[in-house]
């Protein structure tokens, strides 16, 4: 085992297995997806571990813990077409196509979605599609989903991309304001109908192009 698998492997078991994702098919997709080759060259050496890294244009990687907490619990079983808000590095979208049929991934900054597909050619991950495109509109074109996973936090989740949930599919999105932001999963019950349920916390970065709500003034 060379360094960067065994950093890996004690990634699986000190940061991920300790929050809760259990799930064997999930922990093979972690174990298998080379994180070094979605951080920048500047922070390879933190690639394992449990902190955020800087991707530049003002976005982060989130701790490898919250990724594969993300994926675990959209509990997707291997034929699900799936939405991604805010590819990043391409590391989430990797980890996804591990465990879905395919997935489309919107990102807003040109650079980075480059960047991506270059990260993701390597991994030789050909069933993700990544497109420069503001997230908080969805793909409509592709809809419905099985499955819908946003990136980073938001402060609430557009109706836009409830929409474009099949019934009976997830979204998974992390919302809220510092200092409390909470991991939700919203399900869609029927043709205008979606259930909510909180999961765990954590504070992570913001989605560029959603929406803040107004802050009163007085």
Do not use: C
């Not at 004690?10 to 997806?33: A, F, G, K």
């Amino acid at each position: 085992m060379n360094t960067q698998e065994q950093a890996r492997f004690n990634m699986v078991e000190q940061q991920i297995r300790p929050w809760q994702v259990l799930d064997p098919q999930v922990l093979t997709v972690l174990s298998n997806v080379p994180r070094e080759w979605f951080v920048p060259q500047a922070y390879q050496a933190m690639a394992y571990t449990d902190t955020e890294i800087p991707l530049g244009h003002g976005q982060t990687m989130v701790p490898p813990r919250v990724d594969a907490r993300l994926m675990h619990d959209l509990h997707l079983t291997g034929t699900e077409k799936v939405l991604e808000i805010g590819t990043g590095s391409g590391y989430l979208s990797a980890l996804l196509a591990g465990r879905a049929q395919r997935v489309v991934s919107l990102e807003i900054n040109p650079e980075l979605a480059s960047n991506a597909r270059n990260n993701l050619q390597r991994a030789g991950i050909t069933h993700v599609d990544v497109r420069v495109a503001d997230g908080s509109a969805g793909a409509s074109g592709d809809a419905p989903f099985d499955a819908i996973v946003l990136g980073g936090s938001v402060a609430e989740v557009p109706q836009a991309l409830l929409q474009q949930l099949k019934i009976g599919g997830h979204l998974l999105a992390i919302v809220g304001q510092e200092p409390v932001m909470v991991a939700t999963l919203y399900t869609r019950t029927g043709d205008a109908a979606w259930s909510s349920k909180s999961l765990w916390d954590h504070t992570a970065p913001r989605l560029q192009g959603f929406t803040e709500p107004a802050r009163f003034q007085f």
